[in-house]
């Protein structure tokens, strides 16, 4: 079991009250605490908005050895840490915004919420080509900082596949452990906890619900030093996180789209409202002073071959690729799976590929 502070343990235990909101939590913790000099105005306070039997009965419980216990135990039995608004590991630039959580369920690793934080969201109908390069630069960018992203399909997974090898990945859920959304991120997550850090700001039995995607948007800009926008369409919950972004002072990137394409339209209106233009991540890492080498790739003859095949034609089908190179399909296959590993062709669909 954590050892935790009394301080720390009334967070944990307030916040296991789902039946108040966020300002009764902090006042029952005030209220239960003689020590501080307005305790009586924030019982009062409880009584007169909660009715002096429900407050009692709160006030017994928040009070009670055993329920405490129950409460921290039953989370560490489940292996959650538990980093309260008043734990040295808070993230620092989280305890800046409006409305910090009061504590965040954590499970993986919990030493990353110290360090350096650089937000990727965008939608769940990201392009192909999108996707690959969100990938690419998620890795790129956790060789520095440590990635934040949801868990939806298309962009937010794109960015943690980009992340994970590095394990500078934190996936910040929208509700609690137990109603996942979702419900097969199942086996990402597992994958998540042993390289990288989940969180949530909702205890584990919460269960998801709408409102709660646009509040966890909050803390995935609030915890960051920047945030890109991969894609967006003009409604969109990667477009919330930008103006969270931009409302805490934090910087925000966007990736440019054709024109056409439903899923840029929100990133285009971004970079002309005042979002820097994000083509690779040296337009990232400069804005924060940081440097990137990169590295060369060695390609074989073959894969040579198809990069240049592709850039110059386009998005091909396989049987075109195999036939302009000279190869058989199969072995067509292996080589485009390399090049998709190593972030230089993406897989768009039918059979056909493209060069990023």
Known sequence: MMNYTKTQCDAIVADSFGELNYKQKLALM??????NGE?????????KSLGGGVYNKLNKLFLSGDYRSQVIGRLSERGFACVTLYSDGYPRLLKQIPVPPLVLYCRGRVELLKGDCFSIVGSRRTPAATLAACRKIAGEIASKMTVVTG???GADTAAIRGALASGNIICVLPGGYDYLYPTSSGPLIAELEKSGLVISEWPPHTAVQRYMFTVRNRIIA???RGVLVASAPKKSGALITANYAADYGR???AFPHSLGVSAGEGSNALIKNGAFLCQNVLDIFSSFGLEYKTEEKTLSAEEDKIISFLRENGQSHIQDIA????IRVFQAVTTLSALEIKGLVVR???????AC
């Open 30 to 35: 005030c209220a239960a605490d003689e020590k």
């Open 39 to 47: 305790h009586i105005k924030y019982s009062d306070m409880l009584i």
């Open 151 to 153: 868990i939806a399909d």
């Open 222 to 224: 609030g915890i960051s």
């Open 251 to 253: 910087e925000v990137f």
């Open 323 to 326: 036939k302009a190179v000279g």
């Open 348 to 354: 768009c669909g039918g059979n056909t590929y493209e």
